[in-house]
């Protein structure tokens, strides 16, 4: 049997009576490991062996090479079984305004934006620093151009957005005792006091979630613990202390429903979801889903975006022509010299910290757009005039910064791609393709 810290096996032996074997056991088996193909990205290999996670569209089990082609490119994004359930409750639409309040590393904001198709708005917000870059150049490889990415806490974003948005998710954070069998190093931080510490932080982050939430709109907690104290008592408290209601999660492939007698016999618990290690595939998870009252239009300002000179509008639509089979979707935006295109019903951001917003289009130059190493991931081979399928001997003596050729004329900036999924921009001069990789990410 695994170490558990102490006071962990008691709670769970008295809250699980008899079941609390076959729960322990789990343990001592491997994690349940899998992976989301990406619905932005074309098709290129459409037979997959690996077999699908029942409650995850596009999701399946299995493991992902952290410097393969298909990671790499943002073809697919490693996220464990049972967090795909997440935004599968969620449900968001294209052409709603969406925000992931706790986002990093990125796992259920790159599926939020699968739901979305590039329509609307994913704001996706991170607290701390670090993460949110990390959550960025997640975002960024996995091809989403519909997002702002902003690096806040909680409170100071509900000062700013008031029932700004559709749909919700407070993915918070937790005891994190789902993630003990994948990852025992979460383990140090436990302590028998632990989730009610964690609990009184929820309750503060769903106070400001709600209030960012438009009448009539829908917003999801989870976590990824078993805590009673962190999921059924914080779904019941919500439900009873803030203007939110819980509505009915569907459950099935082994997907049970939250206990009401570890909340107070509160019933409407019942209205939630737990994902348990040993009734399915997957480590544990708790899912609320909530609606606010009332139907109405989404409140407040709209972002209002820098303009372009005349210069650079002709500047930009001179690669578009050249290089591109279509001009970008979007509300184009110049700060000085730097050309960003962020999605259409973007909020105001002028009151909150933006790591990004939308993509980074490229930059002007005297007389020309020279165009940025994101569009390699915002775009896909058919939105280049030219893109170039490279060997893997190619694909790996350009990320290590050298210079390619290919028998082509003209000048343009190409997609160069791998099996057909797109890595680098290359600049072709009578063909030579210039090295435009950048350099920090040179491998
Ligand atoms: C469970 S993780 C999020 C995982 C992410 N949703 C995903 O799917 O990849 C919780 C996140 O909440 C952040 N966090 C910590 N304290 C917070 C607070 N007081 N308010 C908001 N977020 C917080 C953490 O930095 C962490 O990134």
């Given at each position: ?5 102490n ?12 079941e609390?074997a076959s729960?322990?056991a789990?343990?001592?088996?491997p994690?349940?490991s899998?992976?989301r193909?990406n619905?932005l990205?074309?098709?290129?290999d459409?037979e997959?062996?690996?077999?699908q996670?029942?409650?995850s569209q596009w999701?399946?089990y299995?493991k992902v090479q952290?410097?393969?082609?298909e990671?790499v490119?943002?073809?697919v994004?490693?996220?464990e079984p049972?967090a795909?359930?997440v935004?599968?409750?969620?449900d968001?639409?294209p052409g709603e ?8 590393p990125?796992?259920?904001t790159?599926h939020?934006a699968s739901f979305?198709?590039?329509q609307g708005?994913v ?6 620093r670090?993460?949110a870059?990390?959550l960025a150049?997640n975002?960024e ?6 997002a ?12 700013a957005?008031?029932?700004a ?10 005891s994190?005792?789902?993630m003990?069998r994948?990852?025992p190093?979460a383990m140090?931080?436990w ?8 609990a009184?932080?929820?309750?503060l982050i ?7 939430l438009?009448?009539?709109g ?5 976590t990824?613990?078993f805590?009673?104290?962190e999921?059924e008592?914080?779904?019941?408290w919500?439900?009873a202390?803030?203007?939110?209601n ?5 459950k ?7 206990r009401p007698?570890w909340a107070?016999?509160?019933?409407a ?5 737990r ?6 595939n997957g ?9 606010k009252?009332?139907?109405?239009a ?5 972002a209002?975006?820098g303009?372009?000179s ?7 639509e001179?690669f578009?022509?050249?290089?591109l089979?279509?001009g970008?979707?979007?509300?184009l935006m110049?700060?000085?010299d730097q050309?960003?295109v962020v999605?259409v019903?973007t ?5 909150v910290?933006v790591?990004?917003?939308g993509?980074?289009v ?10 940025s190493?994101?569009?390699a991931?915002a775009l896909?081979?058919?939105?280049f005039?030219?893109s170039i399928e ?13 210079l390619l050729?290919?028998?082509?004329p ?7 791609t ?12 009578n ?5 435009v ?7």
């Amino acid at each position: 049997m695994s170490q558990f810290p102490n006071g962990f096996e008691a709670k769970y032996q008295q809250l699980l009576g008899d079941e609390a074997a076959s729960f322990f056991a789990t343990f001592d088996q491997p994690a349940q490991s899998g992976y989301r193909t990406n619905p932005l990205r074309p098709a290129v290999d459409a037979e997959n062996s690996d077999p699908q996670v029942p409650w995850s569209q596009w999701g399946h089990y299995g493991k992902v090479q952290g410097n393969g082609i298909e990671h790499v490119s943002g073809y697919v994004y490693s996220q464990e079984p049972s967090a795909q359930f997440v935004a599968t409750v969620l449900d968001p639409k294209p052409g709603e305004r969406v925000l992931d309040l706790c986002a990093a590393p990125g796992g259920k904001t790159t599926h939020i934006a699968s739901f979305m198709q590039g329509q609307g708005v994913v704001v996706t917000n991170e607290i701390n620093r670090g993460r949110a870059k990390i959550l960025a150049s997640n975002v960024e490889r996995f091809g989403i151009t519909n997002a702002l990415i902003t690096n806040n806490d909680p409170e100071s974003l509900a000062a700013a957005w008031p029932e700004a948005f559709d749909r919700i998710l407070v993915d918070a954070p937790c005891s994190g005792e789902g993630m003990f069998r994948k990852d025992p190093e979460a383990m140090q931080y436990w302590n028998v006091d632990y989730p009610d510490e964690c609990a009184r932080r929820q309750k503060l982050i769903l106070q400001s979630a709600q209030a960012m939430l438009r009448p009539g709109g829908t917003l999801v907690y989870s976590t990824c613990t078993f805590s009673p104290e962190e999921d059924e008592q914080i779904a019941s408290w919500a439900n009873a202390n803030l203007p939110l209601n819980l509505v009915p999660i569907d459950k099935d492939f082994g997907i049970e429903s939250g206990r009401p007698n570890w909340a107070d016999d509160d019933d409407a618990v019942k209205m939630t979801a737990r994902l348990w290690p040993q009734h399915l595939n997957g480590e544990g998870h708790f899912v609320a889903k909530f609606v606010k009252a009332d139907d109405a239009a989404i409140h407040g300002k709209l972002a209002d975006v820098g303009r372009l000179s005349a210069t650079q509008r002709k500047d930009y639509e001179a690669f578009v022509k050249n290089d591109l089979t279509h001009g970008l979707s979007g509300q184009l935006m110049a700060i000085k010299d730097q050309l960003f295109v962020v999605p259409v019903g973007t909020p105001d951001w002028r009151k909150v910290h933006v790591v990004r917003a939308g993509v980074h289009v490229g930059t002007f130059k005297k007389n020309r757009f020279e165009p940025s190493h994101s569009l390699a991931t915002a775009l896909n081979p058919a939105d280049f005039q030219l893109s170039i399928e490279t060997t893997q001997e190619e694909y790996t003596q350009y990320r290590h910064g050298d210079l390619l050729h290919r028998d082509l004329p003209g000048k343009h900036y190409v997609l160069l791609t791998l099996n057909g999924m797109g890595y680098a921009l290359g600049k072709l001069v009578n063909g030579s393709i210039k090295n435009v990789y950048p350099k920090g990410l040179r491998v």
